[in-house]
């Protein structure tokens, strides 16, 4: 087991009480590692392949599933108004973890990692983007790395193997006095505690992914010769990446001044999450950080139908802006109609039965019927990852998708058929044999209703 010194930390900040401070653009410190964490008999890394719903067999790919703990010193920042991100005069340490499928021979590498900030709504680590891009990633030889990203996941992984997880830690580094009483964002404002916080996120992923990109042992592929590393995330996880893009990448470099990512692909996810958790927040209309900026690197976003009906028009249609093609602004939205936010497969993905039972939680998709409809928004995922990764390397620009027609209220406009008009059309809307209700309910009926007739 290998332990890699912390390299010296190069955004530096005057932190005293109550003041903020600018953060310097430059190299992104490079955490410390230990790991892999051996596997027994009776340990293993939650999100595995092997232990799953519906198992994957990643060895029969060529693969190898492996973890690592990571540790540094995360600041909280603040981010008032347009522009980068400030210090916020807090910084303390904390410890992570990630999980990186990897193919065990380097000469099958494709250059391309798929980094994805792990979803935590549920209140444990969903591997959502995994799910959806991991037939290409095992066929292509990609790398996927998934990093923890909510302390309240932690604490999860924690009551899941208390001797596996338990020096992981989100300590909050804010005086007592000064943190919020009931601190958190929007409807998941419970995950968050006073004595944990939110905000050391994002220099947890920046450290992580300088860690990828570090040279030497300590990086835990090195041998593998990286080209891209394209930043992933659903839901609540593309919302903390719409963040991170505009608060964080405009300083955050690697060690050749480049960003840190080479790309961002977001799906179903688009209002901002808060930059710490004692932050106000950020979504209201005119609000120009809403809109994803100029950042010098592609940006697809994907949104489903049900991003539109089950949650308040705000965050669909508060993000939205105009695709570009400029050297320093390459954007697209892709609005798909038809599938919900979940996924009728995404509950094959999610731990089994045995792992959940050990944090008193069950699967969703183990016992209900899993909350979404079968349109395959996870294939149109996967060719936005396949534009993303052309966009990136060759230059080839994606063709530009008609947005979904919505009403004055932003609402779906709908169909005969009762299925949305416009967006990216795929066969189960164009030739549609039911009418999709692209809700997130568990309401009789509204995972799919067949077409009459």
């Not at 410390?32 to 232990?51: D, F, K, M």
């Not at 008032?80 to 590498?109: E, H, K, V, W």
């Not at 489903?304 to 089950?310: L, R, W």
């Not at 009728?344 to 792992?355: E, H, I, Q």
Request: hydrophobic share 40%.
């Amino acid at each position: 087991m290998a332990y890699i010194g912390l390299s010296r930390i190069l955004v530096i900040g005057a932190f005293y009480l109550g003041l903020s401070f600018s953060a310097v653009a430059g190299t992104v410190p490079v955490p410390a590692l230990q790991g892999p964490i051996p596997v027994t008999a009776h340990s293993h890394e939650w999100n595995s392949p092997y232990h799953q719903v519906i198992p994957t067999n990643i060895g029969a790919y060529g693969y190898i599933d492996q973890e690592y703990f990571y540790s540094g010193i995360a600041n909280v920042y603040n981010w008032d108004s347009i522009g980068p991100a400030t210090l916020a005069g807090y910084s303390g340490p904390y410890q992570n973890r990630l999980i990186i499928f990897r193919p065990a021979d380097p000469r099958r590498f494709s250059g391309r990692v798929v980094f994805e900030l792990l979803n935590s709504t549920e209140g444990y680590d969903i591997a959502a983007m995994w799910e959806a891009l991991s037939p290409s990633i095992l066929k292509n030889g990609d790398i996927y790395v998934g990093v923890t990203t909510k302390p309240h996941s932690i604490a999860q992984l924690i009551t899941f193997d208390p001797k596996r997880y338990g020096t992981l830690s989100w300590a909050n580094p804010v005086p007592p006095g000064l943190r919020g009483a009931t601190p958190g964002w929007g409807d998941v404002a419970d995950q968050s505690t006073p004595t944990t916080q939110d905000g050391l996120v994002w220099d947890i992923v920046s450290q992580a992914v300088a860690l990828l990109r570090s040279s030497g042992p300590g990086n835990p592929l090195n041998g593998f010769a990286i080209k891209q590393i394209y930043a992933a995330g659903y839901s609540q996880s593309a919302c903390l990446l719409s963040t991170y893009i505009n608060a964080i990448q405009p300083w955050a470099r690697q060690a050749t001044g480049l960003p840190l990512f080479d790309g961002y692909l977001l799906a179903s996810g688009a209002v901002l999450y808060q930059i710490n958790q004692d932050a106000p927040t950020i979504n209201a209309a005119g609000d120009p950080r809403t809109i994803t900026e100029a950042n010098g690197v592609p940006v697809i976003r994907t949104m489903s139908q049900s991003d539109f009906a089950d949650f308040p028009p705000w965050s669909s249609l508060i993000a939205r802006r105009a695709d570009a093609d400029l050297p320093a602004d390459r954007f697209r939205l892709i609005e798909v109609p038809g599938p919900a936010h979940g996924n009728v497969v995404g509950g094959d993905f999610l731990p089994d039965l045995v792992d959940t039972g050990k944090i008193h939680l069950v699967p969703l998709g183990s016992a209900i019927p899993f909350v979404g409809n079968d349109v395959p928004y996870n294939a149109v995922i996967r060719g936005a990852y396949a534009n993303l990764d052309q966009w990136v390397r060759n230059g080839t620009k994606p063709r530009y998708a008609p947005r979904i027609n919505v009403d004055a209220v932003g609402a779906p406009l709908l169909d005969a058929a009762g299925n949305a008009t416009g967006g990216l059309r795929t066969p189960w809307l164009d030739v549609p044999i039911a009418t999709y209700y692209a809700h997130n309910s568990l309401l009789p009926g509204s995972i799919l209703q067949w077409a009459i007739g």
